[in-house]
């Protein structure tokens, strides 16, 4: 359930970004260059910010609570989850700890 709620979290940040993903899932700036740098979103009270590589989520990526605590952190390999991830409470505890392979998506 977690899960679900962090990748329903994480769709609707990106769906907020003003960066535009192209008709491959690229992100692009506004002149249709592939995107490298930090995007930050904010949407339902949930911030994000993810690195982007040549049009690619691939970096840190942490999601913060509307407090600006971190919710959530963790890397992005291609597009997905990859190595360690951390989920916080509002007081900064830890709360649950997962463990990604890129290569299998965003499932534990």
Excluded at 22 to 32: A, Q, V, W
Excluded at 57 to 66: N, V
Aim: aromatic content about 12%.
């Amino acid at each position: 359930m977690k899960n679900l709620i962090t990748a329903c979290f994480f769709f609707l940040a990106l769906a907020a970004n003003a960066q535009s993903l192209n008709e491959k899932g690229l992100y692009i700036d506004s002149e249709g260059n592939l995107f490298s740098g930090v995007i930050t979103s904010l949407n339902n009270n949930v911030k994000l910010e993810m690195d982007v590589k040549d049009g690619i989520i691939s970096g840190k990526a942490t999601y913060f609570f509307a407090s600006g605590k971190v919710m959530e952190a963790g890397m992005m390999a291609n597009g997905s989850k990859d190595g360690q991830w951390t989920r916080y409470n509002e007081n900064g505890m830890t709360s649950a700890i997962g463990f990604y392979a890129a290569a299998h998506g965003n499932e534990l």
